[in-house]
């Protein structure tokens, strides 16, 4: 059975798994596994788990741990305390996985020393998913929104380096409850605040004008974000709903204009648009 998962996570992943036996200066067997990068990591903790089943009594493994609960909790510290306990600990932290390897005895006193650590960081801490593309706006210009929401929650809310992270750490599981509730608000609002249209790429050089003179007095009128990237015109704006219809109508306009169609006609075509959006 073992070598037909063997072969399972081989063919699934596309992966090839070498067991290097134990030599005189490796002491333990190894399992190596060969393939690209993503796909390796995949199968590593499908065989990491694989262990755990197998052998429930000498190994557990702890998955998805945040780098900041690596930090704080799987420090020197613990690892010490693991050794003088027999008990063989490995922290994968680009994988955010914690291994361990013991007798049934000692492995059951590291297991409960590792929930209570975890219980403790999740007392005080927790995690949001976030899109990258919205992490500039939390921050806001020179940290000013997220300082006013660590103000607001009295909270440490920090992003990751990648921006699709966020981690409240407060003192205690109200004050932590209660900063996720208004950062998940925050979140809600920004991307509610945003706008996307795909346009045609013909339609690019008028919208964008001479020097960017068309787009920048949109912005400046409106006073909304405006972007492009690729053929989607990107809006980010406070006061949304409004400032969406005046673009609505700019881009119409310019559409329009590429028609050579009246400007009665505009104004026509506009009122049906804005009267459609609001019902």
């Known amino acids: 059975y073992r070598r037909q998962r063997q072969m399972c996570i081989r063919d699934r992943y596309n992966v090839t798994l070498q067991l290097l036996p134990a030599t ?16 390796v990591v995949t199968a590593f903790k499908e065989v990491l788990k694989l262990l755990e089943r197998y052998f429930p009594d000498e190994v557990a493994v702890y998955d998805m741990l945040s780098s900041a609960c690596q930090r704080e909790c799987f420090n020197q510290e613990f690892i010490l305390q693991m050794e003088e306990m027999k008990v063989i600990s490995h922290l994968y932290r680009e994988y955010g996985i914690l ?9 059951l006193t590291a297991k409960n020393i590792v929930d209570a650590l975890k219980s403790q960081w999740e007392d005080c801490h927790t995690s949001i998913a976030i899109d990258p593309s919205l992490a500039p706006a939390l921050v806001g210009k020179g940290g000013t929104s997220i300082n006013a929401l660590r103000k607001e929650t009295n909270a440490s809310i920090e992003i990751n ?11 205690s599981k109200e004050e932590v409850r209660t900063a996720r509730s208004i950062v998940e608000k925050r979140i809600h609002q920004l991307r509610a605040e945003r706008w996307e249209l795909t346009v045609s790429s013909d339609f690019f050089p008028i919208l964008i004008g001479k020097q960017g003179a068309n787009i920048n007095k949109m912005r ?7 972007d492009i990237d ?6 980010r704006v406070s006061y949304f709903y409004l400032i969406i219809y ?3 109508g700019y881009i119409i306009f310019m559409y329009l204009s590429i028609l050579s169609i009246s400007t009665l006609s505009y104004y026509v075509y506009c009122i049906s648009i804005f009267s459609s959006l609001f019902m």
Do not use: C, F, P
């Open 24 to 39: 005189d200066t490796h002491k333990t067997a190894e399992l190596k596994l060969v393939g690209s990068t993503d796909v």
């Open 161 to 171: 380096t990648a921006g699709n992270l966020i981690d409240i750490r407060g003192s």
């Open 99 to 107: 291994l361990l390897v013991a007798h049934h005895t000692e492995l």
């Open 246 to 248: 005046v673009i609505i």
């Open 230 to 235: 690729g053929n989607i015109v990107k809006v």
């Open 220 to 226: 400046t009128d409106t006073g909304a974000n405006i």
